[in-house]
């Protein structure tokens, strides 16, 4: 996804102008509050001469400051659209213009030698001109995804091809829904393949559909995920793309291995790819998230083990019937263990599960309206209350605070091999499907969403997803 994900984005809603300006004017007020630091509130250093206070020698400079860094940016590529580029890739290449800038205006300053300067000023102003600039970027990551939310500069894409490289494309862009991409179907040659949904995303048939499917669904963007023994086929749908002036991107088949599992090595000139094997969750990366697991449930105990009184004690009022709930569910590589959750159900509400979910798929069956579910039960089942026993699990090593939702065992039985991937890691108490709609998510997607997890997973994304779960809680979104 990485070639994906870093081409420049010809969908973008802002016009290419409005950064390099925002840029200048940021730049503009750098210098105005350096300027106030050193010479008005005088930070860190006096100033011994009065006289020197007037702000109108330092617009030329302020000026040429802000002109050089709008040309280094725009060299280095920080002004091109990038759908998935990271925050933080932005932040270094802001800090390095700087650095280089104010390299260069420090040289200006010797050669001209003017009567008013201040080197300390400088310092301030490339300080603040990073801070200032890397939060509009922020602010700007955050008004694009509001706009791409609400269906603005979203482009609509089709995968060629649904083999192992079309689904990991697949499960990157159901999974990352911020990056503007909006996945309408499918093709495969295969017609067993091409014409199975996965979750919300259709089967539209053989790719001798390609331009029939493209106009009817309004695509803006192709993704070829054919492996490079159909070369000829790949060429044509190329060409096709170019006629009906649609954007088009192929991904190569070596992406079946996931590059965070490849090695880069240099033989005097001669480029190496291995594959190391390595786990992104064996490990030293087992012991962090472990560490991360029991610190987190240590430090937050008085919080939880008072809701755990209140929601025992509101239980046992309701209907005098047992707090806990335990229930058998298959974690990590298919073994099983008891989870722990509060009772939202009657006594005995086991004993009508056939009957209810008789029409329901059995991988994850779910209804909106179960008429099990007592009063308690509802409000701590919205509120995912419920799940807060899960904690003990964690602490017993069973579970994570994140990670895929553990199955029942009747659920598995109905899996077919590919969803078997998402039992390859320790099962978790939220995850990545449950911070993008929860039960609204279909299974496959939710399969999708988990096997990106396991193959993406940092501390960094666990933390990201344990702060989006919040307001998914507050909200009560997906839940019932």
Do not use: C
């Not at 730049?27 to 005088?42: D, H, K, S």
């Amino acid at each position: 996804m990485s070639d994906t994900q870093h081409r420049e984005d010809s969908q973008s809603v802002e016009p290419r102008w409005v950064m390099p300006l925002v840029d200048v004017v940021l730049v503009a007020i750098a210098f105005v509050i350096g300027y106030l630091l050193r010479y008005e509130f005088e930070l860190f250093r006096a100033v011994f001469d009065p006289t020197r206070r007037e702000f109108l020698p330092y617009v030329p400079y302020a000026l040429f400051y802000a002109g050089l860094l709008v040309f280094i940016y725009h060299s280095n590529g920080l002004y091109r659209h990038v759908r998935g580029r990271a925050w933080m890739e932005e932040v270094t290449i802001i800090a390095s213009g700087v650095a280089n800038a104010t390299v260069i205006l420090l040289a200006l300053y010797f050669m001209l030698q003017p009567q008013i300067t201040s080197r300390l000023m400088l310092v301030y102003v490339a300080g603040l001109t990073v801070g200032l600039l890397s939060t509009a970027r922020a602010m700007r990551r955050v008004a694009l995804a509001y706009l791409r939310a609400k269906g603005v500069g979203v482009q609509r894409v089709l995968i060629v091809g649904m083999s192992d490289v079309g689904q990991a494309v697949l499960r990157t862009l159901v999974a990352r829904s911020e990056l503007g991409y909006k996945v309408v179907g499918f093709l495969d040659n295969n017609p067993e393949r091409g014409e199975s949904d996965l979750g919300r995303v259709v089967g539209l048939g053989t790719t001798d559909n390609l331009e029939r499917v493209v106009q009817a669904h309004g695509i803006d963007l192709i993704m070829v995920t054919l492996q490079w023994r159909e070369y000829d086929r790949i060429l044509s749908i190329v060409e096709l793309a170019r006629r009906l002036d649609i954007d088009v991107r192929v991904v190569p088949d070596i992406f079946q291995l996931n590059l965070r599992q490849m090695q880069f090595e240099n033989l005097d000139g001669i480029p190496l790819l291995g594959f190391n094997g390595v786990h992104p969750l064996h490990g030293t990366s087992r012991i962090i998230k472990r560490i991360l697991d029991v610190g987190l449930v240590v430090i937050t105990a008085p919080i939880w083990l008072l809701i755990f009184a209140l929601v025992a004690l509101a239980i046992k009022i309701e209907d005098g019937g047992s707090v806990f709930y335990k229930t058998e569910r298959v974690g990590e590589n298919g073994r099983k263990f008891e989870m722990f959750k509060f009772r939202s159900m009657i006594p005995n509400a086991d004993a009508q599960r056939d009957e209810l979910f008789a029409d329901q798929d059995p991988k994850r069956p779910k209804l909106v309206h179960d008429p099990r579910v007592t009063q308690v039960g509802r409000f701590i089942r919205q509120t995912s209350i419920d799940e807060i026993p899960n904690l003990v699990n964690v602490l017993r090593g069973e579970m994570s605070i994140v990670g895929p939702r553990p199955p029942l065992p009747s659920e598995v039985k109905e899996y077919e091999h590919w969803h078997l991937q998402r039992l390859q890691t320790i099962p978790g108490i939220t995850g990545l499907w449950q911070v993008s709609g929860r039960s609204e998510v279909p299974f496959d997607e939710m399969v999708l969403m988990d096997i990106y997890y396991i193959e993406n997973w940092s501390v960094r994304f666990d933390l990201q997803i344990m702060l989006m779960t919040i307001p998914k809680v507050l909200l009560r979104r997906g839940a019932y």
